[in-house]
Each structure stands twice: as structure tokens, then as C-alpha cells.
């Protein structure tokens, strides 16, 4: 019981979520009624009944049907402030947030929209309580690379608003070095680099993500671990991996909370960070996620402590204001 206190009073950072995957179902309808957006679920019930997946396809196809809702800057906000009042309520201190820029100018949505929207509810969050944040851009791994590169165009009036992009969607069959010249483009543009490796892909994804696209961090990376020389140099570089627990369950990666080898990653010397992917979706917000890992695994008061760290270690923090939390 006061393992569990210290694992919710703890401050972190919370480094994967993807905003459009904090819109839950009671939002969903309000938004959809607000904007005369017609669903193909009757009610918050029956659409919180197809959150049953089994593996990422069928969570993606899901979650883009969520995210139509969205229309104007102020559903942005919306959406954004609500994440942030979970995230307030669970001591988070720094958020580094994902959004799915295609997601939403694929739908006539304009980019502007979008990041405008959530920005302002970020800058709020920064004024009335301090917290601190950022938003990563996301490309869909699905799309081609040149859907990408007008991506990254369209965001250049915004430049001051992101502070890094990231791969996100399908992994399966769309390997990291399909992106590779629209992140050295984003690497010129002084832009952070993360990407999802190793979720549902093989540990290759991984080592491609490291060498092609040169991230800083890869989200997720659990299947590292089939691969030896990979891990060590992951944890040799101190390259961290963003693990979502409650998502890899509900995505089928590990069978049940008990079988997630978070463990075995943090005995194998990695920078590992718990955080909430889609909370909406997957059963809890970043506390929700380490309260349910630490019931079912021999996980103690040191591991917490050093997950808190990590999580600081592993932001995008300026140097000094890291400092204040390490
Ligand atoms: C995602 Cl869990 C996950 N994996 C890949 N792409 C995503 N987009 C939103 N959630
Ligand atoms: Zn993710």
C-alpha cells in the first residue's frame, strides 16, 4: 500500500502518449453531437465494448475513427486540456505529447487547427499550474515518405511549437528506412527524432531506427530483448525505450500483466520509461500503468525511483530544468 503512494505521488514525466488516444468515449459522442459527425456505434457502451483488440491493426482502425471527431480548434483544446488534468492528477510534471498531423489534414482538417488547439491548452496547463510540455510531431509509417515531407512543410510555420517528430501507426511491413530522407531533413531542421520501433516489429525495426534515422529514443523497443547484442548496445548507448505496459497488454504483446517483460529490461541495464500510449484505449492513464505492473511483478521501491528518473533522464528537457528533477 505505500509502495502504491509513492509509485502515484512520485513526480514524472510522462514521454509516450498520443493525444488523439486520450479522447474517451463520453468525449467522443459530445463531440460528435457538437459537430454533427456521424458514428458508427449507437452509444458510449456499445463503442467502449469494440475496444477489444487483438493486435495493433485493430486498435488503429479504432482510433482513427475516434479521432474524426475532431473538427475545430477548440475539440483540440478540448481533448488536450483533459489529458492534462489526468496527467496533473497523476504528478505529472512534463509531458512530451504525440499528435497525428495526417490523421487530421487527410480529413480537410487544416494542420493549423490541430496544433493550435492543443498548444493552447498546453501553454494553460503551463501557466495555472507549471506544468511543462511539448508536442512531437508524428508521421503515419503507413503513408508514403512524401505524405511525410509535405507533412513536415506543412508544419514549418508552426516550427517554434514542436519540438521533435516521431513514426507512429501500421509497424508491420513499414520499415523505419522508408523514412529516411524526411528525418535527415528533420535532423537539419534542429527537430528531436524518436520512432516507434519494436512494438509488433522485429528488433531489426530497432537497430534500422538507430542507424537510419538516427532517433534519440525509440518508443516502445520490448522485442529488443530478442536480440542480445541489440540490448546491450541499447543499454551501452543508454538509448531510452519508452515501454506503455497497459498497451502492450491490450495489443496482445504480452498475454497478461504478469508476462511483460519490464524486468527483464531493467535488469538488462536499460533506460526504460512507463508511460500511457492511448489511456482512453487501453485502461488507465501513467499511473494506472505502474500500479498494475507493480502488483503483478517483483518490482520495488529502487525500480520506482529509477523509472521516475528515467523518465526525466529521457525527456527533452533543457539541461537545466532536467537538472531539477534528477
Ligand atoms: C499507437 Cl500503440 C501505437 N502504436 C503505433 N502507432 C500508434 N498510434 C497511436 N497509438
Ligand atoms: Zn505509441
Redesign the pocket.
Known amino acids: 500500500a505505500a509502495l502504491r503512494e509513492t509509485l502515484k505521488q512520485m513526480p514524472k514525466a510522462e514521454l509516450h502518449m498520443?493525444i488523439?488516444?486520450s479522447l474517451e468515449p463520453e468525449l467522443i459522442f459530445a463531440l460528435a453531437e457538437r459537430n454533427q459527425v456521424k458514428l458508427n456505434y449507437a452509444s458510449v457502451e456499445e463503442l467502449r465494448r469494440a475496444y477489444a483488440f487483438t493486435d495493433?491493426q485493430s486498435?488503429?482502425d479504432i482510433?482513427y475513427a475516434g479521432a474524426s471527431v475532431l473538427l475545430k480548434e477548440q475539440d483540440f483544446y478540448d481533448m488536450t486540456w483533459a489529458y492534462l488534468q489526468h496527467a496533473r492528477e497523476d504528478n505529472v510534471k512534463h509531458a512530451e505529447i504525440?499528435f497525428?498531423p495526417q490523421t487530421h489534414t487527410d480529413r480537410g482538417v487544416p494542420f493549423g487547427t490541430a496544433i493550435n488547439g492543443i498548444h493552447r491548452a498546453l501553454k494553460d496547463a503551463r501557466a495555472e499550474w507549471g506544468m511543462s510540455s511539448a508536442i512531437i510531431m508524428?508521421f503515419l509509417r503507413h503513408l508514403s515518405e512524401e505524405a511525410a515531407l509535405e507533412t513536415l512543410e506543412q508544419s514549418m510555420p508552426y516550427r517554434d511549437k514542436i519540438i521533435g517528430v516521431g513514426l507512429?501507426?501500421?509497424?508491420r511491413g513499414h520499415p523505419p528506412e522508408k523514412f529516411a530522407r524526411v528525418f535527415a531533413r528533420c535532423k537539419e531542421l534542429g527537430l528531436r527524432l524518436v520512432a516507434?520501433a519494436g512494438?509488433e516489429g522485429p528488433p531489426e525495426y530497432i537497430r534500422t531506427a538507430l542507424d537510419l534515422l538516427k532517433v534519440e529514443r525509440i518508443d516502445?523497443g520490448v522485442r529488443c530483448l530478442e536480440d542480445p547484442a541489440l540490448t546491450q548496445r541499447l543499454a551501452r548507448d543508454k538509448v531510452p525505450l519508452t515501454v506503455?505496459p497497459l498497451?502492450n497488454i491490450k495489443?496482445r504483446v504480452f498475454d497478461k500483466v504478469g508476462d511483460h517483460n519490464l524486468v527483464k529490461l531493467l535488469d538488462a541495464g536499460l533506460t526504460v520509461t512507463v508511460n500511457s500510449?492511448?489511456p482512453a484505449y487501453f485502461g488507465g492513464y501513467v499511473n494506472e500503468n505502474f500500479v498494475q505492473m507493480f502488483d503483478a511483478l517483483p518490482l520495488d521501491k529502487n525500480h520506482a525511483y529509477r523509472l521516475a528518473r528515467n523518465s526525466f533522464a529521457a525527456s527533452f528537457l533543457d539541461a537545466q530544468a532536467k537538472q531539477k528533477f534528477l
Open positions: 498520443h488523439e488516444g495493433l486498435f488503429l482510433y504525440f497525428d508524428c507512429d501507426s501500421s509497424e516507434h512494438e516502445h506503455c498497451s495489443l500510449d492511448d
